[in-house]
């Protein structure tokens, strides 16, 4: 097999806080191979953005302790400095930011955010990298490219700002695209457009895209491959085949049982999970972290338990017997009542 683009080993990042030390990531790894769309889901403060913007070596708090590393092209992004890195950044791996209100700077034309990019990166002129942003915005989809590339960000809608973060994102052609997000705060109807666009751009563009995201209906739709994160650990990782259509872990399952089925009778309610999402300051991390949330949990769930691959590249980190746990999964996800 060739070797990943983007190789995560044993991700820890901490904050140095009056109470202590805080763990915000505990120890992930995973990889993006090339051309692969990989879907990272959990709950709001699961710890996704942080190991993101870690990635991309945007945490530069003095009380963050980062630990680990992460191989882009075989080399440590966690021990490049100063220009080597800041040419990475942006050119060969490029982020779309979760909120697009607030991605772009307000005094500035969508031109000049774009333009700006190329030419940190290309040796262009200012023409050049213009002609070059029209061009992009044609293909995100905004309509009157040429005049709207003097546009400021208030005259776009919502939607029309994630397409110029996204053309932002893509002018210098990045070997991987994070998107954190992207969908957040848009409509519907806008949502399923975005998320067509970066399928249609992802294979026009051959980037991998590393796509950040709570919703597993959006992770149905994009991904190749699945990490499901809960309290800044890795709770399965698989094909998306196998994490939908057989998912092993109980959070898995919490998660999947709270998408509206899409056929047969109509639930009367959406089951939920219990409790609420951990606190990285208050979590007990000499066991499983989902466990105070979990209906199945036992005595056994104390240590925390590794990541087990039960089928190939199928794995989870959960003591349940194998053999017990489609019986176990359909007594959580099963809807609570019919309604006609």
């Known amino acids: 097999m060739s070797e990943p683009l983007l190789d995560v080993r044993d991700l820890r990042v901490s904050f140095r806080t009056r109470g202590g030390l805080v763990t915000a990531v505990d120890g992930i790894s995973f990889t993006v191979g090339r051309g692969e769309v990989v879907g990272l889901v959990g709950e709001s403060g699961s710890g996704k953005s942080v190991s993101m913007l870690t990635v991309l070596r945007l945490i530069d708090n003095p009380n963050c302790v980062i630990e680990g590393e992460v191989l882009f092209k075989g080399q440590n992004l966690l021990e490049l400095e100063g220009e080597v890195l800041r040419k990475i950044r942006g050119q060969e791996i490029a982020m779309v930011f979760q909120d697009p209100m607030t991605a772009l700077t307000p005094v500035y034309t969508a031109g000049w955010h774009i333009s700006e ?5 290309e040796k262009v002129s ?3 990298a213009m002609d070059r942003a029209v061009q992009l915005l044609e293909a995100v989809g905004i309509p009157n490219a040429p005049e ?4 400021y960000p208030h005259e776009f809608s919502g939607g029309m700002r994630q397409r110029v973060v996204i053309a932002m994102a893509l002018s210098c052609n990045p070997s991987l695209l994070i998107a954190d997000e992207p969908t957040t705060a848009l409509d ?4 399923a457009q975005i998320l067509e666009l970066l399928r249609v751009l992802q294979k026009e563009f051959g980037s991998s895209i590393l796509l950040i995201t709570h919703d597993m209906g959006v992770v149905s739709q994009m991904s190749d491959r699945v990490l499901v994160m809960y309290g800044g650990r890795l709770g399965a990782a698989g094909p998306r085949r196998e994490v939908m259509r057989d998912p092993l872990h109980p959070y898995t399952w919490g998660l999947m049982g709270a998408i509206p089925p899409t056929d047969g009778s109509r639930a009367a309610r959406l089951n939920a999970i219990p409790g609420t999402p951990i606190s990285p300051a208050d979590a007990d991390r000499d066991r499983c972290l989902f466990a105070p949330r979990c209906r199945f949990a036992t005595d056994a769930c104390r240590p925390q338990p590794p990541l087990i691959a039960h089928k190939p590249d199928h794995a989870d980190a959960c003591v349940l017997p194998y053999a017990e746990r489609p019986a176990l999964r359909v007594q959580a996800i099963s809807p609570l009542g019919v309604r006609a």
């Open 117 to 121: 990019q190329i030419r940190a990166h």
């Open 126 to 128: 200012k023409k050049a």
């Open 148 to 151: 709207r590339v003097n546009s």
């Open 188 to 191: 519907v109807t806008i949502q």
